[in-house]
């Protein structure tokens, strides 16, 4: 009878602590929700019943949405809709990172839905066309005038008249003052995606007519203070990286007697070189963004991946 009795007990104990472990998630979770990136929250609201509620019902989780990786790389027209639908035609800032499977008709469709956009992000958005993005800055435009911020990096085929009617959009939302106080881009920081988080980019729109070339592309300035370029001619030290090629770690132009040999081919200034850990048989760096590509790398010991290849006769592209 004693038995049975401490065995009832102990179910019920544990039963307890069942019901204890499979409560509702704890009141700081629904904080930490609004510092999460796009992807996260969707895995959020898979957990459990009040953190589906919490991500569904609160329109202030997207307000902003920034699609990066993993999430872009899967994300279709209606996979799209159905995320920017949770703002309840509020969303505010949508970039969309490399996401090359969103085509015209996705963009314009939650443009349509979404009128209050101020900045839309979609640099290497391969699946959308010139005419595309025409479509939805006229719609944005002509229905609210909110939109002010504008990145197309990386879309294909953009010619100067398309540049033209954007600006021309662009520039009915913004005071004069605004556009004539626009800041640098610099080439060494393109990939940050800070320049959207953090409002450091004042630019109406990201591309620009080139000054040597006449193209729609990037066109980046220098850094460099003491820059013998600019002590001839501003315009000398502007331009797209393929007039002026910079160095991938301070962005400062490069000369073609400048250029300095790296193990990855990228460009660096020898400021940049001279500072950076070489190779102990072909003694070439690597630049900032391709650090990772060390074979062997100690106090002592670099060893780059050609080096490697040939010391032991095969090749990377075998191996994978």
Known sequence: MEESCKASSSEMSTTVEEEEQEG????????????LRVYEVLTMSRVCTSLRYAVNNDVLLWLKIIV???????????????????????????????CIHVADHGLQRVVEQNPFIEELHIPACTGITPEGVLTAVKTLCQRANCLTTLSLNGIYNLQNDHLDVLTSNLRKNLPLEDELTQQPIYYHKRGSV?????????????LEKCPKCFEVRMVYDC???DCN??????????????????CENCGGCVGSEELEDVACGDF?????WLQLPKCNFCNKPYCKQHTNWWCTSSESSFLCRVCDENSHGYTYTDVL
């Open 194 to 206: 800070s320049a959207f988080k953090h409002n450091e980019n004042q630019r109406i729109i990201d």
């Open 268 to 272: 660096l200034c020898l400021e940049c």
């Open 229 to 246: 370029r600019k002590e001839l001619c501003q315009a000398q030290c502007r331009g797209c990286i393929f007039c002026i090629p910079r």
């Open 223 to 225: 850094p460099k203070v």
């Open 68 to 98: 990066e990786t993993p999430l872009n790389s899967r994300l279709s027209d209606d996979t799209l809709l159905k995320i920017t639908s949770k703002a309840n035609g509020r969303l505010q800032t949508l970039a969309l990172m490399n």
């Open 24 to 35: 509702p998630p704890h009141e700081a979770m629904f904080l930490v929700i609004a510092y």
